[in-house]
Structures are given as C-alpha cells and as structure tokens.
C-alpha cells in the first residue's frame, strides 16, 4: 500500500518500529517538502515488502559502485521520475535514509545519498568511508548527509 507523505502533518506511519521513528519521519517529510516545493510532486512512498524492484536497483548500485550492502531492515522505498531525473529512496529502520538521483541525458549528474535521522549513530557500512555534513531541518532536527558520485549505467 501506497503513502502519500505529508509533510505539514508529520507522521510516523509505516516507521513505528525504527527507534528513531519520530525523526525517521522527519526525514522523510523533509524530502516530500523539498520535493514539492521544488517540483510540484508529491512524496509517495510503499512498504519495503512491496517493492522489491526499488530495493534491487538501489542495492544493486550501492554494491557495484561502493561494495555496500546494509543490515538495517527496509522499511519504506520511494522511485519516481521528475523532468530527467530518476530518483529512488530506501528508508532504513535504523534512521538511514538512502537516494539514487540519476540524471537521464547527463551522465555527470548521478550519485547516491546518504541521509542519517537525528539521534542515530553512523551505520558501521559507511564508518570512515564518507564525511557527513550537518543541516538542520524544522522537519527533522539536524541531518546529517553525504554522497558519491555514480560512475556507472544503471
């Protein structure tokens, strides 16, 4: 079942077994207001279980690109197009938020993020492999976020 991520009215819904639910859900309201304002798109997401195509593609990227593969269970995924870029989402139970952004026709416009919920600790599959940034968030307290850039075709 789909969710259409409301972000004036920020929800914990589909996230209730993350320990860090509240500011998981935070996170993931953050991303439907940028979405929004940005693009005029709304945020759905679907139950990790129901999707398993997002979490292969993603996986599939994080392993090849990086040799990263997450224990966190997969709560939640996201995948939509808007203009010519494709993007992806993975929300973790941990408080990791993962997304591919892969520009169509600009191969130079490509590369993963990481988003880390307020409250939790860095996951020991990225420890000492990226530097996290810190922005704070009225929807999510303070975020913590890193990159790397795509280098192959997906």
Known sequence: ????VDFENVS???????????????????????????????????????????????????????????????????????????FAYVFYEDGLAVNVMY?????????VGFKLSDGMDVPGELEGKFKFARQKSKLAGTIRGSFFVIKGEY
């Open 103 to 111: 520009t169509v026709d600009d191969p130079k416009k490509r590369a």
């Open 12 to 86: 914990a819904i589909g996230l209730e077994t993350s320990p860090v639910a509240s500011a998981l859900a935070g996170l993931r309201a953050n991303e439907a207001r940028y979405f929004m304002n940005k693009y005029k798109h709304e945020f759905t997401v679907t139950a990790a279980s129901e999707s398993k195509k997002t979490l292969d593609y993603v996986s599939r990227i994080l392993e090849q690109e990086r040799k990263i593969e997450f224990h966190a269970m997969p709560l939640e995924t996201s995948r939509f197009q808007v203009e010519n870029i494709k």
């Open 1 to 4: 079942m789909s969710y259409t």
